[in-house]
Nanobody, 120 residues
Framework: QVQLVESGGGLVQAGGSLRLSCAASGFIFSISTMAWYRQAPGKQRELVASIAGGGTANYADDSVKGRFTISRDNAKNTVFLQMNSLKADDTAVYFC?????????????WGQGTQVTVSS
């Protein structure tokens, strides 16, 4: 079945870095658009960044441009989010998302989320 498993979250001081990973299985990863979303307490889930199968990346918010980098390794079916210069406002649960493509099927899929806490 289609599955996404995130890892790499944790507690970090402001100014620090974290690298999130999302291991995917059950669909054609190399042609599926992948994305990272986040949801802070009391707020709606929001798009952070997305990356197409060929590697073209887009960042949804100016607040993360220049600090966050989304990338993917199609050979390992994994997408990453490198987060540098972290701020307290980056504290949230981060979710991996796939526009999962299979033969004759396409479905949005979510991981379970990983907590990122930035202490100021």
């Amino acid at each position: 079945q289609v599955q996404l498993v995130e890892s790499g979250g944790g507690l970090v001081q402001a100014g620090g870095s974290l690298r999130l990973s999302c291991a995917a299985s059950g669909f054609i990863f190399s042609i599926s658009t992948m994305a990272w979303y986040r949801q802070a307490p009391g707020k709606q889930r929001e798009l952070v960044a997305s990356i197409a199968g060929g590697g073209t990346a887009n960042y949804a918010d100016d607040s993360v441009k220049g600090r966050f980098t989304i990338s993917r390794d199609n050979a390992k079916n994994t997408v990453f989010l490198q987060m540098n210069s972290l701020k307290a406002d980056d504290t949230a649960v981060y979710f991996c998302n796939a526009d999962a493509l299979r033969v004759g099927d396409r479905r949005p899929t979510w991981g379970q989320g990983t907590q990122v806490t930035v202490s100021s």
